[in-house]
Nanobody, 123 residues
Framework: VQLQASGGGLVQAGGSLTLSCTYSGSNVRINAIGWYRQAPGIQRELVASRSSGGDINYADSVKGRFTISRDNAKNTASLQMNSLKPEDTAVYYC??????????????????WGQGTQVTVSS
């Protein structure tokens, strides 16, 4: 599965940004989508995830401010980020977990990462 992320940029504290991730691949079943971020000197962390069943999880630090969504028709995952804070500054990565379809079944657990997009929030 190939991923292409976009939407990062520079924004003032309190502002908003929307990140998008378009994924492509044949004969796959998407099991979950997620957004991660990594700030300099800090381990990559999960920001938000959404399973194929609709279960959604957010990091405590972004609850109430960020919203993850998926458009199956467009093969796109999005992360709406509101009320941004300087501590949200990081490189954001989209992630897709998937299985390979074969007939009516799907096998294996694989994942792909997008290339990362920089989000900078100024104070």
């Amino acid at each position: 599965v190939q991923l292409q992320a976009s939407g990062g940029g520079l924004v003032q504290a309190g502002g908003s940004l929307t990140l998008s991730c378009t994924y492509s691949g044949s004969n796959v079943r998407i099991n979950a989508i997620g957004w991660y971020r990594q700030a300099p000197g800090i381990q990559r962390e999960l920001v938000a995830s959404r399973s194929s069943g609709g279960d959604i999880n957010y990091a405590d630090s972004v609850k109430g401010r960020f919203t993850i969504s998926r458009d199956n028709a467009k093969n796109t995952a999005s992360l709406q980020m509101n009320s941004l804070k300087p501590e949200d500054t990081a490189v954001y990565y989209c992630n897709v977990k998937y299985s390979i379809r074969k007939g009516w079944d799907a096998y294996g657990n694989y994942e792909s990462w997008g290339q990362g997009t920089q989000v900078t929030v100024s104070s």
